[in-house]
């Protein structure tokens, strides 16, 4: 049976227009993968509702106000069987970093430049490319990757 994932994930920037990470130790093993602040949208939750949760989960922050939608990724993992889309939102928010994730993955929360942006999201393509893209300008992108280590392509 095929396995059908949503996510939601939120750009952050500070008044230096650093992007707002977070470090995941999904496998509590140490080693720490960086993404967006976001996560999957449970069941009778909508998007917008999950997007707050995981920012306030994930960094102690408030989503004050989602601005708009800055892209829609993809991801075909024919190796788990599964298909995930996700979609990121730029957004306002209010409050200090504080992260209280209820499951213990986030060890990090930090706000990076573009080019730090690039080295830590290196060799995740879904996440990196539509990202640094955004941040150059670009925005309401669909993204299609057959794999999260796979070349991808813009719609």
Same mark, same amino acid.
């Given at each position: 049976?095929?396995?059908? %994932?949503?996510?939601?994930?939120?750009?952050?920037?500070?008044?230096?227009?650093?992007?707002? =990470?977070?470090?995941?130790?999904?496998?509590?093993?140490?080693?720490?993968?960086?993404?967006?602040?976001?996560?999957?949208? !449970?069941? $009778?939750?909508?998007?917008?509702?999950?997007?707050?949760?995981?920012? @306030?989960?994930?960094?102690? =922050?408030?989503? +004050?106000?989602?601005?708009?939608?800055?892209?829609? %990724?993809?991801?075909?993992?024919? @190796?788990?069987? !599964?298909?995930?889309?996700?979609? &990121?939102?730029?957004?306002? *928010?209010?409050?200090? =970093?504080?992260? +209280?994730?209820?499951?213990?993955?986030?060890?990090? &929360?930090?706000?990076?430049?573009? !080019?730090?942006? &690039? &080295?830590?999201?290196? $060799?995740?393509?879904?996440?990196?490319?539509?990202?640094?893209? *955004?941040?150059?300008?670009?925005?309401?992108?669909?993204?299609? *990757?057959?794999?999260?280590?796979?070349?991808?392509?813009?719609?």
């Amino acid at each position: 049976m095929r396995r059908e %994932i949503l996510v939601v994930a939120a750009i952050l920037l500070d008044r230096q227009g650093r992007v707002l =990470l977070v470090g995941n130790d999904w496998g509590r093993k140490g080693q720490v993968r960086y993404t967006l602040p976001g996560g999957t949208v !449970e069941p $009778g939750e909508t998007v917008l509702e999950a997007l707050a949760r995981e920012v @306030r989960e994930e960094t102690g =922050l408030w989503v +004050k106000a989602v601005e708009h939608l800055a892209y829609v %990724i993809q991801v075909e993992d024919r @190796r788990k069987n !599964e298909r995930t889309l996700a979609m &990121a939102f730029k957004a306002s *928010y209010e409050g200090l =970093l504080n992260p +209280k994730d209820p499951d213990g993955h986030i060890v990090e &929360a930090r706000f990076f430049t573009p !080019e730090e942006v &690039a &080295a830590k999201l290196a $060799g995740h393509r879904p996440l990196q490319e539509p990202l640094l893209d *955004y941040l150059s300008g670009e925005r309401g992108r669909f993204y299609a *990757y057959t794999g999260w280590g796979q070349p991808g392509v813009r719609v």
